[in-house]
């Protein structure tokens, strides 16, 4: 009995002395693991934060579940972020800037992943904004791919350094960095790897982390009901969606407009044109469910690819979404989503005759719907006419003024806008390119074979606005430049002016009447200098450009440059016809001798300009 005691209390030293061990190796383990690895020859500067403890548990594999192991990658070629040794994100070289990858410090799942490419303006402010959406509590990965620095202004750097990095503020041209915190909290691990010269890029630095995992998330005490069900659900899964998650006065998930008083597109279904930009959807549908006239069971979001968080957004508003296979590559996959997505919803809705057509990257005014109710008729009575559409390409807030004026105009702009069915299926449908086509589907539909002379019907102030700075044809300069710069209609109850001048015989006798009463400008002057619009208000003034055919639209791209209007291609016009307003005024710019207006009203000792090149 003694012996078998005495052998006991043996065995069981033994098993403690081993236990001990292993939490021992364990802790060295993690103390290792925490530590930044500079990668090649070691020659990044190293900064390691500091990580909570936490009391490990009953070792071996129920240990390890509490920690949660963490492996990101910088370098030129690539970015990556593993999880428990599982990959959770990756980007190749065509994803230039700095990746952001969310986790759940709950369970170490990916919540969000951003990338922001900061070698070209304004990219760091879209990051400050994203970074500020995140709940505290959070755990944030950040890697440089390529490089991410030439544009990241202190604005970015500060946001950085709050968030505990020691060398945000001193990144530099294709520096590699990773950098691993919780957001509210502590920094856990940072690493560069420095470009020795401009030529150069640093070496790849990647961090080996081990923290551990949090269990005191915030239980939000949001009353039971369907809209906060399906919120709880959706903020268990994702972040970046700022007040949607908040405890305190959530953003409201159901949104009631007013009805108009005559909505004739009160039937009509709404098609979103998506793809994998969640917070663009999300943006896209509060704005569009508050339009006045809205009714979000005629709304389909069509997701290019099988992509769950734009679905589960759509979810959240209790709208449909119907996911494509992709087909294609580039715009030709865009192409073929829109055919998909169109075909699609006049089969959903056989008995509609028309479909209203919009983007995840769009704003819609409060009227949105009121203007397409006053002006859908003119598809079903005008053969001339083949668009609707809510989108101004030249409507910046320099060069419009009315909320009521309407333009017919040769260019489809897209950008919102509604598709007549028999068109769709009689003339675009069997023809639209294939899938070996890269080609845009607008600037397809833009061409005389589609068009056949018939033109669309646009606002003076765009019912539109575009806010997308990331995409396969966007980036932030370009928003920045192009678009951020086009106003929104804010008034709900624009009743707009003539609607039935905007058929193809009453327009004419508009355009005639405007001449009747212009003045012709002094031809003398430069036309890029601040002068040449006299300094008067409510005139209407006409001037000659040169413009020999058709497709002679130089002097026209010139011009416009010097107005800062839309300067990519030619867009807007009417028979060799622009018409804008500048200080004020209303400016008729016509094509000599192409336009016809300009045998009838150009004044024979006016020169029509032929403008050289103008300084940018």
Known sequence: MLLSRRRWMVVTGLLLVVMLCLNIAFLVDLSINHRALPRGGGDGEHVTGRVEGGRIGDGGE?????FLNLKVHSSKEKVTVHVREQQAYSAASDRRGIHIVVLNQANGNMMAARTFDTYIPNSDEAMVTFLNSISDGRVLCFAILDEGTFSLGDNARSALKALGSRIASTLSWRDMWVFVTIKGGEPVAEDVGKAVDVQSWGLPVELHVTLPLSHSLVDCDWPDTPEN????????????????????????????SPKLEVNNVANVPVSIIASNRPLYLFRMLRGLLAAHGANSSLVTVFVDGFFQE??????????????????????????????????DTFDLYPDSKFAIILEEDLDVSLDFFSYFSQTVSLLEEDDSIYCISAWNDQGYEHSCQDPALLYRVETMPGLGWILKRKMYKEELEPNWPGPDKLWDWDMWMRLDVIRKNRECIIPDISRTYHFGSSGLNMNPYFQDHYFSKHPLNTHSDVQLRAVESMRKEEYELTIHSLFRQASVLDHSKDPCKEDFIPNTVGMTYVMYISMESEKDFDHWMKLSTCFHLWDLDARGFHKGLWRFWLKGNHILVVGHPYSPYSSKYKPSGVSALKLASPKR
Do not use: D, M
């Not at 129920?62 to 509490?66: K, T």
């Not at 449909?320 to 997505?341: D, F, L, M, T």
């Open 229 to 256: 069900r399906r919120r709880k659900t959706f903020c268990s899964k994702y972040e970046g969606y700022g007040a949607l998650c908040h405890c305190a006065n959530p953003l409201p998930l159901t949104i009631k």
């Open 62 to 66: 129920h240990a390890l579940r509490q």
């Open 310 to 343: 734009p679905v589960e957004v759509a979810g959240l508003f209790a709208i449909r979404a119907v996911q494509h296979e992709p087909k294609s590559q580039k715009n030709g996959r865009i192409s073929q989503h829109y055919k998909a997505s169109l075909t």
